[in-house]
């Protein structure tokens, strides 16, 4: 694939509904620190660097204790995050060098793969604009202010929103430079495809992941992704 890309991946979170005192990313899984995982895809994927975003004071840590001792080689740089998660894009967006296209995943996804970060990285290069997903297996329902069920959307059309997401860096750099001096605009905004087509119009392609690429946010989900990251693993 022609054209430089680079992996900003955010590990910046706090992880509070994982009720425990060490953050997420740096939860064990069968032995080593679910970041690892995460940076182990991309590492072994046709991306070229990677952007680490992490917690306030916590570079070091990830510089000495994952970065070198794993030997991830293509960790080009560490940043601080922000107080939100698009604070803690921008920060990633900017530290970037010579990169036509870009990559953004949460680093509490350690079940992603070569395969879905590569079909990530060709989405961008066809469409400018693309996330990984996979249509829902439930019905859902809309609910109203009193939790009664107001609409049933159907569910032919209905995405489970995944990272990484994908675009042509020019143009995340501008959506994002445009959020960030359009304070109206932050609330609500939840992932970077909402940027993009909320700053830009531009229309965002919808790719397949993998129902296994799943967001580590629960004890219960640490027990799945280490089912996935063993059979993956052997």
């Known amino acids: 694939m022609e054209g430089r890309t680079a992996a900003v991946l955010l590990a910046a979170g706090k992880g509070t509904r994982m009720e425990s ?3 997420k990313q740096y939860l064990e899984i069968c032995g080593k620190p679910l970041l690892y995982y995460t940076l182990h895809a991309f590492e072994n994927s046709s991306v070229d660097e990677i952007i680490l975003v992490t917690g306030y004071g916590e570079t070091e840590y990830c510089q000495k204790e994952i970065v070198e001792k794993y ?7 560490i940043t601080e995050g922000g107080k939100e998660r698009y604070h803690s894009v921008h920060r990633g967006l900017k530290a970037v060098k010579d990169c036509e296209y870009v990559l953004i995943h949460d680093g509490a996804r350690p079940c992603v793969t070569a395969e879905i970060i590569d079909r990530a990285s060709l989405g961008a290069r066809t469409y400018r604009a693309c996330v990984v997903g996979m249509p829902v297996k439930d019905t859902i329902k809309v609910s109203d202010e009193e939790e009664f069920a107001s609409v049933t959307p159907d569910r032919s059309r209905l995405w489970l929103i995944q990272t990484p997401q994908a675009f042509e860096y020019s143009l995340v750099l501008k959506a994002y430079e445009m959020l960030m001096s359009s304070e109206q605009h932050q609330e609500g905004i939840t992932d970077d ?3 993009v087509e909320t700053m830009t119009q531009e229309k965002v392609k919808l ?3 993998d129902y ?3 967001k580590v946010t629960t004890p219960e989900d640490l027990e799945i992704a280490a089912l996935f990251l063993q059979k993956a693993f052997k």
Do not use: E, L
Not at 71 to 77: D, M, N, S
């Open 21 to 23: 005192q060490v953050h």
């Open 71 to 77: 030997g991830f080689t293509k960790v080009k740089a």
């Open 193 to 195: 495809a909402m940027v």
């Open 207 to 209: 790719i397949r992941g």
């Open 212 to 214: 296994s690429n799943i």
